[in-house]
């Protein structure tokens, strides 16, 4: 069975702690200087990254614990309670921005060194982006919610660090224009076009995390695998779906198993079912939580 292995998720988990503080100190420091709002922006964006890392080594501990009385069904909902937490919080931050960059608007723009900026800006994109594609190596085997909360995370901050340094370019041409006067513009309206662009992604982990959380049906792709191995071990039609709920890295299956009447279901047989049920569905990136109930 392909199940998320914690030796990785850990290791995913420390590095990208790493780098979030890397690039946290390096945009704060330099955004506070400059006095620019996207690249004290994106220092920011890694120091609440960086919180929300440490958040998810707390949850994936948590969730690999042995189980106890405490949680009788499980703590595979705390993952995707972390996921919610993350884009509640990323989303509240780029909202904050938005509206930062547009009283920076109104109040008047103040002058930056657009050339220092755009290196700080290619260095950070560099960096960013060896930092997404180094996480996304290590997790290729690894099926986890965590990492890929994780992964959208440095997503974003790359395509972040490449729209400023992109904008800063385009201020600095603007400098050797008869429109220097607007080069200074550059600086709130990309932080309005990235926040407004940014907010998807938080909206959509949380709207996953929160399907999750209700138990609500999961995609209809994953409810036809699993309507399909239900197939291909039942040539009788004696199962019936009940329901298919995704919590964390776990997917829950509840099954109806209906008799004919020419035929009796014994034990033997659900544990039958059961374990050829398993091995078709072992593909699926999940951990299986089958149960069956023989209708009377």
């Given at each position: 069975?392909?199940?998320?292995?914690?030796?990785?998720?850990?290791?995913?988990?420390?590095?990208?702690?790493?780098?979030?503080l890397m690039f946290a100190v390096g945009g704060l420091a330099v955004g506070l200087i400059l006095g620019s709002l996207v690249i004290a922006f994106d220092?920011?964006?890694?120091?609440?990254?960086?919180?929300?890392?440490?958040?998810s080594l707390l949850a994936a501990k948590l969730i690999h614990s042995p189980k106890d009385k405490r949680f009788p069904n499980g703590k595979a909902m705390f993952e995707p309670i972390v996921i919610a937490i993350k884009g509640l919080v990323i989303m509240s931050l780029v909202i904050y921005s938005l509206f930062g960059a547009i009283d920076s608007l109104i109040q008047g723009v103040k002058p930056l060194d657009i050339g220092v900026a755009s290196v700080f800006g290619l260095i950070n994109t560099l960096g960013c982006g060896f930092a997404w594609w180094k996480i996304t190596q290590m997790s290729r085997e690894s099926h986890s919610g965590l990492i890929e909360a994780e992964?959208?995370?440095?997503?974003?901050?790359?395509?972040?660090?490449?729209?400023?340094?992109?904008?800063?370019?385009?201020?600095?041409?603007l400098t050797q224009t008869s429109l220097a006067q607007y080069a200074g513009y550059a600086d709130p309206l990309m932080m309005i076009l990235?926040?407004?662009?940014?907010?998807?992604?938080?909206f959509s982990m949380v709207s996953q995390a929160?399907?999750?959380?209700?138990q609500m049906a999961p995609q209809q792709e994953l409810i036809a695998e699993v309507s399909k191995g239900m197939k291909?071990?039942?040539?009788?039609?004696?199962?019936?779906?009940?329901?298919?709920?995704?919590?964390?890295?776990?997917?829950?299956?509840?099954?109806?198993?209906?008799?004919s009447e020419e035929s009796i279901i014994k034990t033997g047989d659900i544990k039958v079912f059961q374990q050829n049920l398993k091995q078709k569905l072992s593909a699926l990136p999940y951990k299986l939580e089958l149960k069956m109930n023989i209708a009377i």
């Amino acid at each position: 069975m392909c199940v998320p292995s914690q030796a990785i998720e850990q290791k995913v988990l420390i590095l990208s702690s790493v780098f979030a503080l890397m690039f946290a100190v390096g945009g704060l420091a330099v955004g506070l200087i400059l006095g620019s709002l996207v690249i004290a922006f994106d220092g920011l964006y890694s120091l609440i990254s960086l919180l929300l890392t440490i958040l998810s080594l707390l949850a994936a501990k948590l969730i690999h614990s042995p189980k106890d009385k405490r949680f009788p069904n499980g703590k595979a909902m705390f993952e995707p309670i972390v996921i919610a937490i993350k884009g509640l919080v990323i989303m509240s931050l780029v909202i904050y921005s938005l509206f930062g960059a547009i009283d920076s608007l109104i109040q008047g723009v103040k002058p930056l060194d657009i050339g220092v900026a755009s290196v700080f800006g290619l260095i950070n994109t560099l960096g960013c982006g060896f930092a997404w594609w180094k996480i996304t190596q290590m997790s290729r085997e690894s099926h986890s919610g965590l990492i890929e909360a994780e992964t959208k995370q440095w997503q974003m901050d790359t395509l972040l660090s490449m729209a400023i340094t992109l904008g800063f370019v385009i201020a600095w041409g603007l400098t050797q224009t008869s429109l220097a006067q607007y080069a200074g513009y550059a600086d709130p309206l990309m932080m309005i076009l990235i926040s407004a662009y940014f907010l998807k992604v938080p909206f959509s982990m949380v709207s996953q995390a929160v399907k999750e959380l209700l138990q609500m049906a999961p995609q209809q792709e994953l409810i036809a695998e699993v309507s399909k191995g239900m197939k291909e071990v039942d040539s009788q039609e004696t199962l019936h779906l009940g329901s298919v709920v995704k919590v964390g890295n776990e997917l829950r299956i509840d099954i109806n198993v209906v008799p004919s009447e020419e035929s009796i279901i014994k034990t033997g047989d659900i544990k039958v079912f059961q374990q050829n049920l398993k091995q078709k569905l072992s593909a699926l990136p999940y951990k299986l939580e089958l149960k069956m109930n023989i209708a009377i």
